[in-house]
């Protein structure tokens, strides 16, 4: 029987029986697979059981067994989030394929049930550390996996990420890395172990090494973009900027000609087909939300709606018969769910930014809560990433940075629960009793 599989049916043995006790656990253990889908790594029985559906209704059904708190919240991030499925439930009714929309509506109904379960079980400072650290391991091993990859094989061999789920693609994986890396940041700013710290640094960089080794011109132009954003907010512009360029220059020396070639046509677009059918997608996308509120639906991807609102100019070079995916989370959801799903799409991310930037107003030169600012400002880049980098991927359901903006969300309710760090600290361990090795870990989990 293979390792895999027994090691990840093990733990779920040992962890699911405590989700009824403390139904943070179960949050935790659904971040894992829904971020990693760490079965889909497997060979044998654990590959297709239905491990996410199991922790989820553990986790549902912990929520009343509980000894936690368990406190619903609907600030205007989550909000909007809400509206904007029950939006997309509207638009389901009317699609030209209902049944067919039906598969993607529940996954992602799924992912916003359980943001609004996260928010209402995550409350202490400990459980939002907890919650990252687990979205930047799960992420964190493709990053550490593909970088290696692209360092053994001279940049010449294009990363992908796992088999199913939302970043199997290259682009997908390379953007999912790059909006991760900031949360990474988070928490090497604000850990007091040096070793923990070091290998941050390393994730880090392998990550985005790995991003680049996907030749993800979309990943490459979020990078871009949160680059400016650290240099722009940096104290010391000009350190930053030298150690900028000189990475820079390192990083494209050491790519292969072939991944110059394929950045390249980010200038020469109007002569690479790939860009130019995102651009005929995008027409599409356009020409249903003028002609219907409720756009067409998830599954708009068929050839009978495109031979419909595809546009119809003679110097087209493309079959207005031919589906074509959107490529750009913004075009996505305008033609899935017209121009009131995109308003209430751009409103969850608009929100979300400004709650960030409240954090980051409310805790600047307070060092009791020195981490709250350093979220605010981490979480804000990653939402950078995600807006540049989705303009060219169909990602707008994607799980991650529903999870960047939850993060502010519980972080901005634990500062307002306690102006000031009114938890108590988690005790240092005796000086002269020595600890076992349980309560090392213990600690160390707890203050990582």
């Given at each position: 029987?293979?390792?895999?599989?027994?090691?990840?049916?093990?733990?779920?043995a040992?962890?699911?029986?405590?989700?009824?006790?403390?139904?943070?656990?179960?949050?935790?253990?659904?971040?894992?697979?829904?971020?990693m889908?760490?079965?889909?790594?497997?060979?044998?029985?654990?590959?297709?059981?239905?491990?996410?559906?199991?922790?989820?209704l553990?986790?549902?059904?912990?929520?009343?067994?509980?000894?936690?708190?368990v406190?619903?919240?609907?600030?205007?991030?989550?909000?909007?989030?809400?509206l904007?499925?029950t939006?997309?439930?509207?638009t389901?009714?009317?699609?030209?394929?209902?049944?067919?929309?039906?598969?993607?509506?529940?996954?992602?109904?799924?992912?916003?049930?359980?943001?609004?379960?996260?928010?209402?079980?995550?409350?202490?400072r400990?459980?939002?550390?907890?919650?990252?650290?687990?979205v930047?391991?799960?992420?964190g091993?493709?990053?550490?996996k593909g970088?290696?990859?692209?360092?053994?094989?001279g940049?010449?061999?294009?990363?992908?990420?796992?088999?199913?789920?939302f970043?199997?693609g290259?682009?997908?994986l390379?953007?999912?890395?790059?909006?991760?890396?900031?949360?990474?940041?988070f928490?090497?700013?604000?850990?007091?172990?040096?070793l923990?710290?070091?290998?941050?640094?390393?994730?880090?960089?392998?990550?985005?090494?790995?991003?680049?080794?996907?030749q993800s011109?979309?990943?490459?132009?979020?990078m871009?973009?949160?680059?400016?954003?650290?240099?722009?907010r940096?104290?010391?512009k000009?350190?930053g900027a030298?150690?900028?360029?000189?990475?820079?220059?390192?990083?494209?020396?050491?790519?292969?000609?072939?991944?110059?070639?394929?950045?390249?046509?980010?200038?020469?677009?109007?002569?690479?087909?790939?860009?130019?059918?995102?651009?005929?997608a995008?027409?599409?996308?356009?020409?249903?939300?003028?002609?219907?509120?409720?756009?067409?639906?998830y599954?708009?991807?068929?050839?009978f709606?495109?031979?419909?609102?595809?546009?119809?100019?003679?110097?087209?070079?493309f079959?207005?018969?031919?589906?074509?995916?959107?490529?750009?989370?913004?075009?996505?959801?305008?033609?899935?769910?017209g121009?009131?799903?995109l308003?209430?799409?751009?409103?969850?991310?608009?929100?979300?930014?400004?709650a960030?930037?409240?954090?980051r107003?409310?805790?600047?030169?307070k060092?009791?809560?020195?981490?709250?600012?350093?979220?605010?400002?981490?979480?804000?880049?990653s939402?950078?990433?995600?807006?540049v980098?989705?303009?060219?991927?169909?990602?707008?359901?994607?799980d991650?940075?529903?999870?960047?903006?939850?993060?502010?969300?519980?972080a901005q309710?634990?500062?307002?629960?306690?102006?000031?760090?009114?938890?108590?600290?988690v005790?240092?361990?005796?000086?002269?009793?020595?600890?076992?090795?349980?309560?090392?870990?213990?600690?160390?989990?707890?203050?990582a």
């Amino acid at each position: 029987m293979p390792l895999r599989d027994l090691m990840i049916a093990g733990l779920l043995a040992i962890t699911l029986p405590m989700v009824f006790r403390h139904v943070y656990v179960g949050v935790l253990l659904w971040t894992w697979i829904s971020m990693m889908a760490p079965h889909k790594l497997t060979y044998g029985f654990m590959h297709s059981a239905p491990i996410a559906a199991v922790v989820g209704l553990a986790t549902l059904v912990g929520l009343l067994t509980t000894r936690d708190r368990v406190k619903f919240m609907f600030p205007p991030p989550l909000l909007f989030a809400a509206l904007f499925l029950t939006w997309t439930c509207i638009t389901t009714a009317f699609a030209f394929f209902p049944a067919d929309s039906m598969g993607d509506l529940d996954r992602f109904f799924k992912i916003v049930l359980m943001v609004l379960v996260s928010a209402a079980v995550l409350h202490t400072r400990e459980h939002i550390r907890l919650f990252i650290w687990v979205v930047v391991l799960s992420l964190g091993l493709y990053g550490v996996k593909g970088g290696i990859y692209t360092i053994l094989t001279g940049g010449s061999g294009r990363v992908w990420g796992p088999p199913g789920g939302f970043i199997e693609g290259n682009n997908e994986l390379a953007l999912a890395l790059i909006v991760t890396v900031p949360l990474m940041n988070f928490l090497r700013l604000t850990s007091p172990y040096k070793l923990v710290r070091q290998g941050l640094v390393a994730m880090m960089g392998l990550s985005i090494i790995s991003a680049a080794g996907s030749q993800s011109r979309g990943a490459f132009l979020a990078m871009i973009a949160m680059a400016f954003v650290l240099w722009w907010r940096s104290p010391r512009k000009l350190p930053g900027a030298i150690v900028g360029v000189v990475g820079a220059f390192a990083l494209l020396a050491f790519m292969p000609q072939s991944w110059h070639e394929r950045m390249d046509t980010i200038q020469t677009y109007q002569d690479d087909g790939s860009a130019m059918g995102r651009i005929h997608a995008w027409q599409t996308a356009i020409n249903v939300a003028n002609d219907r509120v409720v756009g067409a639906g998830y599954a708009m991807y068929d050839p009978f709606v495109f031979a419909i609102y595809s546009p119809k100019d003679s110097d087209s070079k493309f079959d207005a018969g031919i589906a074509r995916a959107a490529h750009s989370i913004y075009f996505q959801v305008l033609g899935e769910h017209g121009y009131i799903g995109l308003f209430l799409f751009l409103m969850v991310w608009l929100t979300g930014w400004r709650a960030a930037a409240r954090l980051r107003k409310n805790s600047r030169d307070k060092p009791d809560i020195a981490w709250l600012f350093q979220l605010g400002g981490m979480t804000q880049v990653s939402l950078v990433g995600f807006a540049v980098g989705g303009a060219f991927l169909s990602l707008a359901y994607f799980d991650l940075p529903y999870n960047v903006v939850l993060a502010v969300v519980l972080a901005q309710r634990w500062r307002a629960e306690r102006a000031t760090l009114a938890e108590k600290p988690v005790e240092p361990l005796p000086v002269k009793v020595r600890p076992t090795f349980a309560r090392r870990l213990i600690y160390w989990i707890r203050t990582a």
